[in-house]
Nanobody, 123 residues
Framework: QVQLVESGGGLVQAGGSLRLSCAAS????????MGWYRQAPGKQRELVAT???????NYGDSVKDRFTISRDNAKNTVYLQMNSLKPEDTAVYYC?????????????????WGQGTQVTVSS
């Protein structure tokens, strides 16, 4: 099993910045892509950004040029630097990891989610 623990959410004024972190732990063999998704009240969960183990990144259109995703493979941790925040960025942000874990002699590849961290941007 793999656990994802997020931190860094909070309340910030429009134009401000926040940095989210997500650390993966457990019986990890390898992690391919890690990323962030968000869900605002009454809306579907949407892509924020992803990063592969090789460093390739992908961003949702609404956050390009404002958010930066990075990753520390040695620590199994992914970060999201959010700048120029807008009220429409308010949402619960979820960490996601495509991980291969091991239990005994059994290997399992699975998509994991964190519990979410609230980001609120005031106008």
């Amino acid at each position: 099993q793999v656990q994802l623990v997020e931190s860094g959410g909070g309340l910030v004024q429009a134009g401000g910045s926040l940095r989210l972190s997500c650390a993966a732990s457990g019986s990890i063999v390898s992690i391919n892509a890690m990323g962030w998704y968000r869900q605002a009240p009454g809306k579907q969960r949407e892509l924020v950004a992803t990063v592969t183990s090789g460093g390739s990144t992908n961003y949702g259109d609404s956050v390009k040029d404002r958010f930066t995703i990075s990753r520390d493979n040695a620590k199994n941790t992914v970060y999201l630097q959010m700048n120029s925040l807008k009220p429409e960025d308010t949402a619960v942000y979820y960490c996601n990891a495509d991980a291969l874990s091991v239990s005994g002699s059994r290997y399992t590849r699975k998509n994991y989610w964190g519990q979410g961290t609230q980001v609120t941007v005031s106008s």
